[in-house]
């Protein structure tokens, strides 16, 4: 009688094994061809001079949302935009000592009416109209001689370290919102600190 070929079946256990491997590798492969959007939010320069009404911060910020976050804003949902500032005098034998610690807001809101972007300023100005998306981010991007602190706070004779972040502020969303970014990464967004030493 001819011979029957050997099975060579494989344990279910080992099967059961290789198949978690081979699909743990291919989601890695859908990660790495597909990667996230780029949504952050970064400080390019800045920089802290004294002017006429104190101490004025210039500073570039770039802006990027979520998919997240331009649904919310598209729905009628006003973001909260926030640069912190803080300065400190280094000292030696002792913690700095903190003489700034500030933040300023700028709203950025959609009219569905005439499909615009509106942006409102900290320093009480008109707001600004933007027919994109883009260009209402880059207006508030770009901070131009924001007093963050009276003349005689800072000694211009002195070395200060000044930092600088901006960050969505959550606070100021809709309730069932604030518990979705809680749980969602959409809503997280902030930069990193800015930091530069200033003076002599």
């Known amino acids: 009688m001819p011979r029957r070929p050997r099975s060579f079946a494989m344990p279910h256990a080992r099967l059961s094994s290789v198949r978690s491997a081979l699909a743990g590798l291919l989601l890695v492969l859908a990660v790495v061809a ?10 390019r320069t800045a920089n802290l001079r004294l002017a006429d009404g104190g101490w004025a911060l210039t500073a570039r910020i770039d802006y990027r949302l979520t998919r997240e976050a331009v649904e919310a804003l ?34 950025l809101s959609w009219d569905p009416l005439t499909k615009r ?28 001689g924001l007093v963050i602190a009276d003349p005689k706070v800072l000694d211009p004779a002195s070395r200060y370290d000044v930092a600088v972040r901006a960050v969505l502020d959550q606070q100021t969303l809709p309730g ?4 979705l970014a809680f749980w969602d990464g959409g809503f997280s967004l902030e ?10």
């Open 176 to 179: 069932p919102l604030q518990v």
């Open 117 to 144: 972007y509106l942006v409102r300023y900290p320093d009480g100005r008109d707001a600004s109209s933007h027919g994109t998306l883009f260009g209402a981010l880059n207006a508030i991007g770009r901070v131009q």
């Open 191 to 200: 930069s990193d600190w800015y930091e530069w030493t200033t003076g002599p």
């Open 34 to 43: 597909h990667p996230a959007a780029a949504a952050d939010f970064e400080v």
């Open 74 to 107: 598209e729905n009628g949902v006003a973001l909260t935009f926030r640069l912190e500032a803080t300065v400190n005098r280094p000292r030696r034998w002792w913690p700095d000592a903190e003489l700034v610690d500030m933040h300023q807001d700028w709203e």
